[in-house]
T-cell receptor, first 114, second 110 residues
Framework: DGGITQSPKYLFRKEGQNVTLSCEQNLNHDAMYWYRQDPGQGLRLIYYSQIVNDFQKGDIAEGYSVSREKKESFPLTVTSAQKNPTAFYLC?????????????FGDGTRLSIL | ELKVEQNPLFLSMQEGKNYTIYCNYSTTSDRLYWYRQDPGKSLESLFVLLSNGAVKQEGRLMASLDTKARLSTLHITAAVHDLSATYFCAVDYNTDKLIFGTGTRLQVFP
């Protein structure tokens, strides 16, 4: 079955540590997105990519980095510069051509500080 | 500034009752999406609304879009407990990026 796989499901970060969240999709979607969700709030866009080897900052990119070396993969690194990383992180993907389609979401990674 | 506002933020309703969730957005767009999120889970796509006057229905949920008023509604008919979740609207400002509303947490009780 096609879908979006995020791993790990839970992640703990120590002070000064960088951590990487994985996002893989086998839907052959062009665009991929990373969102952050804080308790009781909506989703905020961190980074997005519409094509391999290219990506753009979203609304809250500071303290995060991404890469898009393959169409299927869009890992997110939460760097030590992100002082408040505790949140639920959601990856999404979307096909850009053809009829308008919704973004499809993975099951998320919950990140906490140790 | 691009804004998407939902109201109410929290809705507690009795089974069998009807209610409407409102989604207002600040700038012209003709692509609006509704999603459902269960606690601790991912987002599930409910409706895609692509033009003024669009109306879509699935079971007890019906969504509509009025692009002139910059308003979408999600109407719940004869609510059941299984509809308890958080509902988000999201607007695409022609960039394939979404701006999400704050969400409406719906709780249906017997």
């Amino acid at each position: 079955d096609g879908g979006i796989t995020q791993s790990p499901k839970y992640l703990f970060r120590k002070e000064g540590q960088n951590v990487t969240l994985s996002c893989e999709q086998n839907l052959n979607h062009d665009a991929m997105y990373w969102y952050r969700q804080d308790p009781g709030q909506g989703l905020r866009l961190i980074y997005y990519s519409q094509i391999v080897n290219d990506f753009q900052k979203g609304d809250i990119a500071e303290g995060y980095s991404v890469s898009r070396e393959k169409k299927e993969s869009f890992p997110l690194t939460v760097t030590s510069a992100q002082k408040n990383p505790t949140a639920f992180y959601l990856c999404a993907s979307k096909k850009l051509s053809g009829a308008n389609q919704p973004q499809h979401f993975g099951d998320g990674t919950r990140l906490s500080i140790l | 500034e691009l804004k998407v506002e939902q109201n109410p933020l929290f809705l507690s309703m009795q089974e069998g009752k009807n209610y409407t969730i409102y989604c207002n957005y600040s700038t012209t767009s003709d692509r609006l999406y509704w999603y459902r999120q269960d606690p601790g889970k991912s987002l599930e796509s409910l409706f895609v609304l692509l033009s003024n006057g669009a109306v879509k229905q699935e079971g007890r949920l019906m969504a509509s879009l009025d692009t002139k008023a910059r308003l979408s509604t999600l109407h719940i008919t004869a609510a059941v407990h299984d509809l308890s979740a958080t509902y988000f609207c999201a607007v695409d400002y022609n960039t394939d990026k979404l701006i999400f509303g704050t969400g409406t947490r719906l709780q249906v009780f017997p």
